[in-house]
């Protein structure tokens, strides 16, 4: 396939304003449950969030299975592909979020709140980079490279970054906010604006749902280029983005607890950045069928999942 069919071989498998209208439909349905029903029982047991967990992971792969029946084997299988890679990448989300969270000192009551709300943002956000990324592949064939090349950055870059530590001070649009925005210094449960003096004055936890926002701004520029090379449908991006998303929230409160026991995930995560970003690099020469990028994604994950589970726990100033 040469570089000038792509956009053509995109448009065949994307989706008309019907099918955009219901995915719409079902994403705002399962937030609000998320946010109605999970979201008001503060912080879940675990059982519950392995149930939470599995149940959106049923309607993700029931969602793929009827793309499948509706577009055909290759939309089935780009769409299966690219949530195993945003699946993947999202668990480096739950971490950075754990870290938020804790340096906020985030009430564990309000925790879910906050990111469910952080969670619908963060989607609102990638639906923007995703229809600007689609636009600029279509408009530039080189804009292949420049993702590969910035993928295999990010690669490189999660493979060193062992122990490096997230200051969420430094973010720049908190400085921004508490520069421009009067804020208290004590949580009012989910308020995000209180009355203080005559006055309205915002809530540390307006602060932290722009941390979580924008943070996932940092890692949409890494994951949205990454699925690209493995579909440049716009709907079958945003699908495979949104079924990660929605499941965020559960395998947080999951798998919080247990970031220790994942010694190996940057460098799991990092070898999968790398191989997608060579693979972008070389569009033009190699055209793998996209079950060779599932294979890669599921192959590196059971390796990173074994090696980290025989990994023995830090222990002292390393946990």
Known sequence: MSHATLPLAAASLDAGASLWALLAALVIAMLALDLLVFARRGVPSLRASAAWSVGWLAVALGFGAALWTLKGDDAGAQYLAGYLLERSLSLDNVFVFAVILGYFAVP?????????????????????FI????????AAHVTFYAFGALLLYTAWKLA???????????????????????MSRDYHGDRLVVRAGGSRIATPLLAVFVVVATTDVLFAVDSVPAIFAITQAPFIVFAANAFAMLGLRALYFLLAGMMDRFAYLSHGLAAILAFIGVKMLLIDVWHPPVW????VIAAVLAATAALSLRAPRPTGKDA
Not at 164 to 182: C, H, S, Y
């Open 131 to 138: 229809l600007l990324g689609a636009a600029l592949l279509d």
């Open 160 to 182: 060193r970054h062992d122990g490096e530590e997230i200051a969420p001070d430094r973010n720049p649009a908190l400085r921004a906010l508490r520069r421009l925005v009067p």
């Open 292 to 295: 060779t990028s599932l294979a």
């Open 108 to 128: 564990l009551p309000v925790q879910a709140k906050v990111l469910s709300w952080g969670i619908m943002l963060a989607l609102v956000l990638r639906l923007v």
